[in-house]
């Protein structure tokens, strides 16, 4: 079965940096991208950033280009989102989420950690 | 990057009716090259995350009941459940994965009437 597990969310203040992590299990990890997503609660869902099955190709969305950093360990079966210069509007729920290819659909995904941005 | 637009915003169908969700992209998501269409559906129930429910426009996950089925090419896409179950109610959102970034529809909320 495949799961995801994140962690590390919780309550930061404004321009305060914070990182969420996603254990995954159940699959050959190292043969899938992994994304994470974003939600504010009651609201739609936002891309936020992908890493390759290698790690050797990162993406962002344009909102958090340059402050957020997508990084994998394989050897550990973990995936992490390191968050800089974080803002009110950064404040979601962050779901891990894998896929068979950078750009593609997600088909697992985990149950979502908390990041509140607030002072 | 591709905008990603559903409607309606929400619905409200009876047990056993139809349900018709509807999907456009501001521009193809048609690739020409394997003729698939990068779209998926997914759905979301209060308190989980998204589950997926069709890859490539119209391939059903495993496990999702045949009373929902995936449509459309090119920028119009359709999601409907056939006869509308108790446990559809949710959150349905649509994303095109043709180029990134992926988005998402800005999702459609289905209620019983």
């Known amino acids: 079965e495949v799961q995801l597990l994140e962690s590390g969310g919780g309550l930061v203040q404004p321009g305060g940096s914070l990182r969420v992590s996603c254990a995954g299990s159940?699959?050959?990890?190292?043969?899938?991208?992994l994304s994470w997503v974003r939600q504010v609660p009651g609201k739609g869902l936002e891309w936020v950033s992908t890493i390759s099955g290698s790690g050797g190709s990162t993406y962002y969305a344009d909102s958090v280009k340059g402050r957020f950093t997508i990084s994998r360990d394989n050897s550990k079966n973990t995936v992490s989102l390191q968050m800089n210069g974080l803002r009110a509007e950064d404040s979601a729920v962050y779901f891990c989420?894998?896929?068979?290819?950078?750009?593609?659909?997600?088909?697992?995904w985990g149950q979502g950690t908390l990041v509140t941005v607030s002072s | 990057d591709i905008v990603v637009t559903q409607s309606p915003d929400s619905l409200a169908v009876s047990l056993g009716e139809r349900a018709t969700i509807n999907c456009k992209s501001s521009?193809?998501?048609?690739?020409?090259?394997?003729?698939?269409?990068?779209l998926a559906w997914y759905q979301q129930k209060p308190g989980q995350p998204p589950k997926l429910l069709f890859y490539?426009?119209?391939t059903r996950e495993s496990g999702v009941p045949d009373r929902f089925s995936g449509s459309g090419s090119g920028t119009d896409f359709t999601l409907t459940i056939s006869t509308l179950q108790a446990e559809d109610v949710a959150v349905y959102y649509c994303q095109q994965y043709y180029r990134t970034p992926i988005t998402f529809g800005q999702g459609t909320r289905l209620e019983i009437k």
């Open positions: 989420a894998k896929g068979p290819s950078s750009s593609s659909w997600l088909a697992d």
């Open positions: 159940g699959f050959s990890f190292s043969g899938y991208a």
């Open positions: 490539w426009a119209s």
């Open positions: 521009q193809s998501v048609l690739y020409s090259s394997d003729n698939n269409n990068y």
